[in-house]
T-cell receptor, first 114, second 109 residues
Framework: DGGITQSPKYLFRKEGQNVTLSCEQNLNHDAMYWYRQDPGQGLRLIYYSQIVNDFQKGDIAEGYSVSREKKESFPLTVTSAQKNPTAFYLC?????????????FGEGSRLTVL | QKEVEQNSGPLSVPEGAIASLNCTYSDRGSQSFFWYRQYSGKSPELIMSIYSNGDKEDGRFTAQLNKASQYVSLLIRDSQPSDSATYLCAVGNDYKLSFGAGTTVTVRA
């Protein structure tokens, strides 16, 4: 079955630590995205990538970094510079580009800073 | 002004009734419109997409788009307890997809 796999599902981090969230897709989609969701708020775009070895900042990229070395993989690193990292992180992919394509989401990773 | 606004809810409807969800957007150049359903603690899943003015029906769901009024809605007919979820409206153009904060629907038996 095609889909998007995110890991870990739950992650606890101490202040000052970097953590990396994994996202792998086997849908053969070119575009991949990272969103952050906070309670009562819509999804906010962190980073997106429309092609291998290229990615763009979204609305809230500060304190985050990504890489896109393979079509299937788009990991997100939450750095110590992110002031309030506790949130639900969602990875998504689409066949067409941002805004015009329908998004398929992974199951999400819930990050809690202790 | 927020780019995408949804009625705040929560919306409580009796089983079998019609649930009506509304969404307005600010960018007149928007071209694509989506409704996602998100169960508590889960990720969103796409339930409807609409690209041109008018109605689009899929089973018990109907999406309505009025670009002149910058308004998109979702009707859920014959609401079932399994429809209890948060519904996210998303609006896109060539370079951006913006999400509303969502409307939580509770279907009571």
């Amino acid at each position: 079955d095609g889909g998007i796999t995110q890991s870990p599902k739950y992650l606890f981090r101490k202040e000052g630590q970097n953590v990396t969230l994994s996202c792998e897709q086997n849908l053969n989609h070119d575009a991949m995205y990272w969103y952050r969701q906070d309670p009562g708020q819509g999804l906010r775009l962190i980073y997106y990538s429309q092609i291998v070895n290229d990615f763009q900042k979204g609305d809230i990229a500060e304190g985050y970094s990504v890489s896109r070395e393979k079509k299937e993989s788009f990991p997100l690193t939450v750095t110590s510079a992110q002031k309030n990292p506790t949130a639900f992180y969602l990875c998504a992919s689409s066949m067409r580009g941002l805004g015009s394509g329908e998004l398929f989401f992974g199951e999400g990773s819930r990050l809690t800073v202790l | 002004q927020k780019e995408v606004e949804q009625n705040s809810g929560p919306l409580s409807v009796p089983e079998g009734a019609i649930a009506s969800l509304n969404c307005t957007y600010s960018d007149r150049g928007s071209q694509s419109f989506f409704w996602y359903r998100q169960y508590s603690g889960k990720s969103p899943e796409l339930i409807m997409s609409i690209y041109s003015n008018g109605d689009k029906e899929d089973g018990r769901f109907t999406a309505q788009l009025n670009k002149a009024s910058q308004y998109v809605s979702l009707l859920i007919r014959d609401s079932q307890p399994s429809d209890s979820a948060t519904y996210l409206c998303a609006v896109g153009n060539d370079y951006k997809l913006s999400f509303g904060a969502g409307t939580t629907v509770t279907v009571r038996a």
